[in-house]
């Protein structure tokens, strides 16, 4: 079993950033994709960023690269995304996310899912 608790979510301003960490509580081996996901309301949720735990390969959407960076730190079993130059299209309820199969961003490869983290950004 696996449990994933996100924090560090707020409200910013257009053009800041912010930080998000996920730590992984349990048996990290289920869980080494690690992935963040967003859903704005009305809207479908959407792959952000990905890491492989176990490599450090990265994966990121389009509309983020450039401006958000994952990163893990093993020894403290905890995955954060550097959110800058955030956009208030960037505002959405933010979910880690844990699977074993790869990090195609694609939902039922996720198998562990934090409560989600809000992050408003405002114009």
């Known amino acids: 079993e696996v449990r994933l608790v996100e924090s560090g979510a707020d409200s910013v301003q257009y053009g800041g950033s912010q930080r998000l960490s996920c730590v992984v509580f349990g048996n990290s081996n289920l869980a080494n994709y690690i992935a963040w996901f967003r859903q704005a309301p009305g809207k479908e949720r959407e792959g952000v960023a990905c890491?492989?735990?176990?490599?450090?390969?990265?994966t990121y959407t389009d509309s983020v690269k450039g401006r958000f960076t994952i990163s893990r730190d093993n020894s403290k079993n905890m995955v954060e995304l550097q959110m800058n130059s955030l956009k208030p299209e960037d505002t959405a309820m933010y979910y880690c996310?844990?699977?074993?199969?790869?990090?195609?961003?694609?939902?039922?490869?996720?198998?562990?899912w934090g409560q989600g983290t809000q992050v408003t950004v405002s114009s």
């Open positions: 890491i492989n735990s176990a490599t450090g390969v990265t």
């Open positions: 996310a844990g699977g074993w199969i790869s990090c195609g961003f694609i939902l039922t490869d996720f198998h562990f």
